[in-house]
C-alpha cells in the first residue's frame, strides 16, 4: 500500500488525468484507484472500445471521449485541458502480433507517436507509458532488469521498444517528463474480457473446460496483482518521473505452480488440464527485478498470488453473467 498512499499524497489539489485505453482491464482499476482517494483527480477517456467496452467504466465519473489513438484530431480533442497522461491503449497480443506485425506497427508506435506530437503540440509534458518487461528482453538469464540489453521476440516487444525509445528522446529533447512501466503479467478483478493467462484459466474454469498449457508447463511468469499495479502507476504519475521501469511481483512462478495455487482458491475437482506442443515466438522464462521501481518510486508490490486469485476468483463469480463481465 505504501505506494499507493504516497501517491495520494503527492496529487493532492486540482489535476486532469487522461487516460488512454481507459474502458480495459488496467484502465478501469486504475480509475477505481484513482476515485478511491481523497484528492480525485478529474478523469477523462480516450478509447475506441476495441479490447475494453464503455461499460467497464460506467460506474465512475469519467469524461469520455470515443475515438482511436491514430486519430490526430480525436487525439487532440481529448488532450484539451490535460495535465497528464496514462497510455494504456495498445495492441497487447502477443500471438497476434505474429500473425500481423504491420496493425501492431501502426496502432502501437505510429497510434504512440501520434499522441506524443501532439502532447507536445499542446504544451501536455507529464505521461506514463504501458511497456512490457519480457516481451522487450527476449531470452535473458532472469531476473530481467532495466539495465539488460532489449532483444525482443515478437512484433508487439520490437513495438513497446520502439516506444520507449521515442520517449527517452521526448525526455531529453523537449523536456518530457515520460516514464515508461514495463509491466509483467498482470491479473485481477474486471479482466474477464482479457486473454491473458489467468483470465482465460479462470473462464475455462467457470465453463467446466480444461485449460489449455503450451508446453510442459514448466515456464515461468512474473504474475502481479492488478491492486499493487495501480498503485506503481500512480506513484509514478504523481512523481513526474522519466526513464524504465519494470513493474511485477519479482516472484517466478511457472504455469504448474499457477495452476496448483488456483486449484486451492476454486477446488481440485473442478481444474482439468490439458497439454499441447509449446508454441513459438514465446520467451520460455522471465521474471522480473523491481528493485529500481521500490527505490525511486516507492512501489511495493505486497499482494500474495494466492489472495490476489482470491479477489479475482471472487470478481469473476459475481460478475462473469452481467453486461460489466461479459462485454
Known amino acids: 500500500m505504501r505506494s499507493l498512499l504516497q501517491a495520494k499524497k503527492i496529487m493532492a489539489g486540482p489535476r486532469k488525468v487522461l487516460i488512454t485505453g481507459g474502458c480495459g482491464f488496467i484502465g478501469s482499476n486504475l480509475i477505481a484507484a484513482l476515485a478511491s482517494g481523497p484528492d480525485v483527480p478529474a478523469v477523462r477517456v480516450l478509447d475506441n ?6 461499460a467497464h467504466i460506467a460506474e465512475f465519473d469519467v469524461d469520455f471521449v470515443s475515438g482511436d489513438i491514430r486519430d ?14 496514462v497510455h494504456l491503449a495498445a495492441d497487447t497480443r502477443v500471438m497476434d ?6 496493425y501492431n506497427f501502426d496502432v502501437n ?7 506524443i506530437s501532439i502532447m507536445r503540440e499542446l504544451g501536455v509534458t507529464r505521461l506514463v507509458n504501458a511497456s512490457t518487461g519480457g516481451a522487450i528482453i527476449g531470452e535473458a538469464h532472469p531476473p530481467v532488469h532495466e539495465e539488460m540489453v532489449p532483444r525482443p521476440l515478437s512484433p508487439y516487444g520490437a513495438s513497446k521498444l520502439a516506444v520507449e525509445g521515442y520517449l527517452s528522446s521526448f525526455s531529453a529533447a523537449y523536456g518530457f517528463e515520460a516514464a515508461s512501466l514495463r509491466f509483467s503479467n498482470v491479473f485481477g ?22 485449460l489449455i498449457v503450451y508446453g510442459d508447463g514448466e515456464q515461468t511468469r512474473d504474475y502481479v496483482y492488478v491492486g499493487d499495479l495501480t498503485g506503481g502507476i500512480i506513484a509514478a504519475l504523481s512523481g ?17 505452480e499457477l495452476i496448483d495455487a488456483m486449484r486451492q482458491v476454486v477446488g481440485a475437482d473442478r481444474v482439468e488440464v490439458r497439454y499441447e506442443p509449446y508454441r513459438e515466438g514465446e520467451v520460455r522464462h522471465t521474471w522480473c527485478d523491481v528493485s529500481k521501481a521500490r527505490s ?3 512501489y511495493n508490490p505486497s499482494t500474495s498470488l494466492i489472495s490476489g486469485l482470491e479477489a479475482t476468483w471472487t470478481w469473476f463469480t459475481k460478475n462473469a453473467a452481467t453486461p460489466v463481465g461479459r462485454v
Open 189 to 210: 478483478p474486471r479482466s474477464y474480457h482479457k486473454g491473458s493467462v489467468v483470465a482465460a484459466f479462470l473462464k475455462r474454469i467457470l465453463e467446466r473446460k480444461p
Open 97 to 102: 502480433s505474429l500473425e500481423n506485425p504491420a
Open 49 to 54: 472500445e476495441s479490447m475494453g467496452k464503455r
Open 240 to 256: 513526474g518521473r522519466s526513464g524504465v521501469f519494470q513493474l511485477g511481483s519479482g516472484v517466478p512462478t511457472s504455469i504448474n
Open 72 to 85: 490526430a484530431d480525436t487525439v487532440r480533442r481529448a488532450l484539451n485541458g490535460i495535465d497528464a497522461v
Open 109 to 115: 508506435v505510429v497510434g504512440s507517436f501520434n499522441l
Open 296 to 298: 525511486e518510486l516507492g
